[in-house]
Nanobody
């Protein structure tokens, strides 16, 4: 079982930046991918960004492309999400997840999740 802990959320004005960190511990045998999802009140959990663990291939949701950057540190078992040019519509709880395979765009492909960190962007 992998334990994930997110940090770095907070309150920020539109146009500002935040950096989220996800730290993995426990059975951290190289996963297929680690991703970030977010969930706003009354909405489903949606894909934000992903990085494959072995080769560092990255992918992003269209809504964050060019503003968010995901990066990993294999030695530290961490994944960061740098979020720039934040918008009020980015407000959500952000979750880090580990996937063993399958479509990394979809939440069911992830078998471990962190507790989430709140990001609130005000205009």
């Amino acid at each position: 079982q992998v334990q994930l802990v997110e940090s770095g959320g907070g309150l920020v004005q539109a146009g500002g930046s935040l950096r989220l960190l996800c730290a993995a511990s426990g059975r951290t045998r190289s996963p297929y991918a680690m991703g970030w999802f977010r969930q706003a009140p009354g909405k489903e959990r949606e894909f934000v960004a992903v990085t494959t663990w072995s080769y560092g291939v990255t992918d992003y949701a269209d809504s964050v492309m060019g503003r968010f950057t995901i990066s990993r540190d294999n030695a530290k078992n961490t994944v960061d999400l740098q979020m720039n040019s934040l918008k009020p519509e980015d407000t959500a709880v952000y979750y880090c997840g580990v996937s063993a395979g399958g479509s990394y765009f979809t939440a069911p492909s992830y078998n471990s999740w962190g507790q989430g960190t709140q990001v609130t962007v005000f205009s």
